[in-house]
């Protein structure tokens, strides 16, 4: 069982940045992929970055140059750093981590809200 707790987010204005952190407990070499994901009110849950065990990102085409996703291996943490931030940007993100086992985990979900 792999324990995922997120943290980061809150109230910013529009242009402005945000950061989030997804830790998972026990070992970084058993984490194949941590992704993040979003979801709006009334929305689908939508995919936003993912970033495998080899260091290969990807990003969805709405954040791409604005949202960064790196990783801390020591703190077996995810990073999303957010950038010009949009009024369409305002979501529940949620963090999603997969191990190499193929079990895979949600985190409890942070509040990102952009406005002025």
């Known amino acids: 069982q792999v324990q995922v707790v997120q943290s980061g987010g809150g109230l910013v204005q529009p242009g402005g940045s945000l950061n989030l952190s997804c830790a998972a407990s026990g070992s970084n070499d058993n984490i194949y992929a941590t992704t993040w994901h979003r979801q709006a009110p009334g929305e689908q849950r939508e995919f936003v970055a993912d970033f495998k065990k080899d260091g290969w990102t990807k990003y969805a085409d709405f954040v791409k140059g604005r949202f960064t996703i790196s990783r801390d291996s020591a703190k077996n943490t995810v990073y999303l750093q957010m950038s010009s931030l949009k009024p369409d940007d305002p979501a529940v993100y949620y963090c999603?981590?997969?191990?190499?086992?193929?079990?895979?985990?949600w985190g409890q979900g942070t509040q990102v809200t952009v406005s002025s």
């Open positions: 999603y981590v997969v191990t190499m086992e193929g079990d895979a985990y």
